[in-house]
């Protein structure tokens, strides 16, 4: 087994229980497990089979992200203006030319966009599969390119001729949904420590599947150790409207009715959120994933994050799809939950039930290192990890490092981790999951880059000929 020492790193955050941050630090890794973290002097006499002078950088854990749908880096800057109904009933009709090929280079080019910006671990939530596209093209992507990987089974079932928002080409049986779930998870499904593979279910929303597969979902998942539920929950207030309307109850209420609330389930938004339901979430451990990007770009609102910390719900990061962000950045969704909670009139909401009576923020809502561990340690929490998020003895050796003597980093002395995000987004020097070297020196070790874009680009042109 190939030992590594990490050694001179600046600033190494370590992100662990007492939030170490150690000058002239050091990792020392057996092949990919961490075996110890300290300083330099404490480790430079550690035996070594592999030396990495990280002097001039600052080291974190990789961050990991909680919400995506790779494949829709193949429709980006598209329906810019358009609300989130208008946007996919847009996008839909092009969704359904897609193919196995189109699936595994949009993931493939999804992930070396997120792990060259600090991922090591990602879902992706892949929903729609017409044309029999299946997520065997992701997951074989994260092998290849070497990201750990949470491929979540997404579905949708209730087409338009069923009151469901999607047309009727882009959805699928529920038996068959079911079928290829328990398929995925006989193959791919890795529940052990250090694993880089694990299957999630995850139906769409509350308005594109019925709630018997919500339940059955539910119960298969929990019958194998490990596999998570995902899904979006009070994303938009038309989703309020609809379940109120379908189901006489509100999107949590629900949620809860088929068995959605839970330590294993998570949920991407989570924006339209009374205190109470927010109160609901944190004593079941539900989680959330934050899109601050995505939630902008269609103009949805502002999830109350400070007041979900506050009452100890499990909050993490997610990029959402590359088609309503337009990027898959994690840095730039941390710098982005920062200054959005600071500018969220939350207090004023919660003090005057019905009314939008302030606007102000306050700079105290959320702090760099807050936005930083949501991205860390929140996401690991959401995946049901407790071998990531964190840099410690026995945790997965995927940690990221930026050099620091860049122009947007200039002046930041004082406080090198927080520029991060403060300064940011920014791209990694050097990225390492697994212990595996992914990043050196600012480029891929061994992806080609070029070669998965003039792909992408390939694939594209066959779609919009269709
Ligand atoms: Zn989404």
Redesign the pocket.
């Known amino acids: 087994m190939p030992r590594l020492l990490v050694k001179n790193i600046d600033l190494l955050a370590t992100f662990d229980g007492t939030r170490r941050e150690i000058s002239d630090g050091a990792l020392l890794i057996d092949d990919n497990v961490i075996e110890a973290v300290g300083t330099t002097a404490e480790l430079s006499a550690s035996s070594a089979d592999e030396v990495l002078d990280l002097s001039g950088h600052v080291v974190m854990p990789g961050m990991v992200n909680t ?3 790779m494949y829709q880096n193949l429709t980006r800057v598209m329906a810019q203006n358009d609300e989130l109904l208008v946007w996919l009933k847009t996008l839909y009709p092009i969704w359904a030319e897609l193919d196995d090929d189109a699936i595994g280079v949009s993931a493939r080019v999804a992930m070396a966009e997120l792990i060259h910006s600090g991922c090591t671990t990602s879902s992706d ?1 892949l929903y729609i599969l017409p044309n029999n596209c299946t997520l065997d093209a992701t997951i074989g992507a994260a092998r290849d390119i070497g990201l750990r990987f949470h491929a979540a089974r997404g579905a949708m079932s209730r087409g338009e001729s069923q009151g469901g928002l999607p047309p009727d080409r882009c959805v699928e049986k529920e038996e068959d949904i079911l079928k290829d779930a328990e398929r995925l998870i006989g193959s791919y499904h890795d529940a052990s420590r250090h694993s880089m593979s694990r299957i999630i279910l995850a139906p769409c929303s509350p308005f594109s599947v019925t709630p018997e597969l919500m339940r059955d979902a539910a119960s298969l998942a929990r019958s194998h150790k490990g596999v998570n539920l995902h899904s ?1 929950l009070a ?1 938009e207030l038309f989703e309020e409207k609809y379940c109120l309307e379908i189901y006489g109850k509100r999107p949590v209420e629900f949620a809860e009715s088929v068995g959605w609330l839970g330590d294993d389930v998570w949920f ?2 989570s924006i339209f959120m009374t205190g109470d339901e927010i109160d609901r979430f944190a004593e079941t451990g539900t989680g959330v994933a934050h ?1 601050p990007s ?1 939630n902008m770009r269609c103009g949805q609102g502002i999830a109350k994050i400070r007041e979900m910390l506050d009452k100890g719900v499990k909050v993490g990061l ?1 990029v ?2 590359s088609a ?1 962000n337009d990027t898959s950045n994690l840095f730039m969704e941390a710098r982005l939950a920062l200054m959005l909670q600071r500018v969220a009139p939350h207090h004023y909401l919660s003090e005057k039930p019905g009314g939008r009576g302030g606007f102000g923020g306050t700079p105290t809502a959320l702090s760099a290192r807050e936005a930083l561990e949501m991205a860390t340690r929140g996401g690991a929490a959401l995946l049901g990890r407790n071998d990531i998020g964190h840099l410690a003895p026995g945790m997965c050796a995927d940690f990221i490092a930026v050099k620091r003597s860049q122009l947007g980093l200039s002046g930041t002395e004082r406080d090198p981790l927080a520029a991060l995000v403060l300064c940011g987004p920014f791209k990694v020097d050097y990225s390492y999951i697994n212990g595996r070297q992914i990043i050196a020196r600012g480029d891929f070790a061994s992806f080609d880059v070029e070669a998965a874009m003039a792909e992408h680009r390939a694939v594209m042109d066959r779609i919009y000929r269709q």
């Open positions: 919400h995506h749908h939530h979006h994303e991407a938004h899109c995505a997610g959402d799809g309503s």
